[in-house]
């Protein structure tokens, strides 16, 4: 199949369905707390019951705004709301309220590893319920199915690119920042698995060279980064095949099965005629002054491209600027380190080596540990300060992220000072270089790299308390 995918062209497009971080839904005042007992988060107007009409939640608009700005869109200074016809049985009213033609934003783009990505719109919409199917083995053998409407009415952003992408990981570098946009604003939680982000694929192929799309494949039921692109991969392989064996790649809508790892037809693909989309009649058309829209744009706080171009102005490697603010908790952890004045260098040291493992480890996030931004700080102040070497700092982290500890009591009652008294390390280096004559005459015949083995000697000797800097010079002294 790789030699059949040199002859082809990949075209994606994707559209995300960003659940807003409202109190309350979008056009009813019931909550949209995830996790609640089914059914609990409803109200008249969710539940489309005769004669309720919908009132537009303010928040979910300036939410809309402010991802429209992050996103590089148009702000129109008009949008409308639109009844999406459907029939569904986890859509109460038989319809959704979405816009159609008059998006709240327009002709945006993002920057995604050097790789500029065309957002045609983002629009606002209210959620379906969800079905639960039981029974025997799931959702091929379930003997019935269950409504959950408290996802119902839940403010729905959704953003559309452009078919820019051009490969599986082009999509999931898309969706890494797209998420992590979302949630730097505060605008989403970002959560895949628990459906308040959500991912359809556009996907289709076209002889290479050739200027005209191919039939494209929605998959839907994506809800993690890896199984967007397992879900890529298959769907690539299995349109070049169609096209191979001389069939006709159809206009449908497939869902991913992850376990199977395989695209299956759900449906044709409907158009857009075929929702008879047409204005909704309870609510009015909505102006946004320009005075709003710069409003919510005083507010955009630092973005993370932004946030990675300055880490690495501090010399972070582009690496670990970028795994820092992946992890949005460690990011702004790392910020207040840095505004109390501590070292970038020896800080994102710590961060990406000992913290990091500990926080994989303990699957938990930085906040949920007891090391706070000062005692990280006072750590690293000891350490420039040879009060400790950094061996030392290295082996107590863990117990100031465990317990809360501060550094310096944790040095004092155990004793962990730095040795830097250069008589006390010239006797320790002394007595190791007599104890190892066999090595000593190696490294005098040229086996310079012995050096590091008389070193770890001393450390071990003074328990990793030993200046560094002196160990080595003083050991270069006596061996030369």
């Known amino acids: 199949m790789e030699d059949l995918r040199d002859k082809y062209e990949v075209v994606i497009g994707l559209e995300v369905h960003a659940q807003l971080k409202t109190k309350s839904k979008i056009f009813a005042p019931d909550g949209c707390e995830f996790g609640k007992e089914p059914n609990s988060e409803t109200s008249p107007i969710t539940l489309g019951m005769p004669g309720v009409l919908p009132v537009l939640n303010k928040e979910a608009v300036n939410m809309g705004i402010l991802t429209g700005l ?37 002709n945006g783009y993002l920057n995604v590893k050097g790789k500029r990505i065309g957002i045609t719109r983002a629009h606002l919409e209210e959620d379906a319920g969800k079905l639960v199917h039981a029974g025997a083995d799931g959702l091929a053998g379930s003997s019935y199915s269950l409504v959950d409407l408290n996802r119902a009415g839940t403010p729905l952003l959704e953003i559309v690119s452009e078919p820019d992408m051009r490969s599986s990981e082009e999509a999931r570098n898309y969706m890494e920042e797209l998420r992590n946009i979302v949630r730097y604003i505060g605008v989403c939680d970002g959560n895949l698995e628990e459906g308040s982000m959500r991912c359809d694929a556009n996907i289709s192929i076209m002889p290479k060279g050739s200027k005209e799309f191919g039939t494209r494949a929605e998959i839907k039921n994506v809800n993690s980064f890896s199984a967007l692109q397992r879900a890529i991969e298959y769907e690539i392989d299995r349109q070049i095949e169609i096209v191979e064996e001389g069939g006709k790649v159809v206009q449908e809508t497939r869902l991913w099965d992850d376990n199977a790892r395989e695209t299956k037809s759900m449906r044709g693909k409907e158009d857009a005629h075929d929702y008879r989309y047409f204005p909704e009649p309870d609510l009015m058309p909505l102006k946004i002054s320009r005075e709003w829209v710069e409003e919510i744009r005083a507010k955009m706080p630092e973005l993370p491209q932004a946030k ?162 002196a160990v080595n010079e003083i050991l270069k002294e006596i061996l030369d």
């Open 70 to 106: 992050a996103l590089n869109c148009e702000i129109p200074e008009r949008c409308k709301f639109d009844r999406k016809q459907y029939f569904y049985p986890d859509l109460p009213k038989g319809y959704q309220i979405s816009q159609y033609d008059e998006p709240i934003c327009v």
């Open 308 to 469: 990675r171009e300055r880490y690495m102005s501090l010399g972070l490697s582009e690496y670990d600027a970028s795994v820092i603010v992946e992890q949005m908790g460690l990011a702004l952890f790392f910020d207040e380190v840095l505004k109390l004045g501590a070292s970038p260098k020896i800080a994102v040291n710590f961060i990406m080596g000992e913290i990091a493992a500990y926080l994989k480890e303990t699957k938990l996030e930085i906040n949920e540990t007891k090391l706070t931004p000062d005692n990280l700080v006072e750590l690293i102040s000891l350490i420039e300060k040879n009060t400790i070497s950094n061996n030392i700092g290295k082996q107590i982290i863990v117990d100031m992220m465990k317990d809360g500890s501060k550094a310096s009591e944790i040095v004092e009652k155990r004793g962990l000072s730095q040795i830097s008294d250069t008589g006390a390390i010239k006797e320790i280096a002394q007595k190791v270089c007599d104890a190892n004559p066999a090595q000593v005459t190696a490294y005098k015949n040229g086996k310079v790299q012995l050096l590091g083995f008389f070193v770890g000697q001393v450390m071990k000797e003074t328990k990793g308390r030993a200046n560094p800097k």
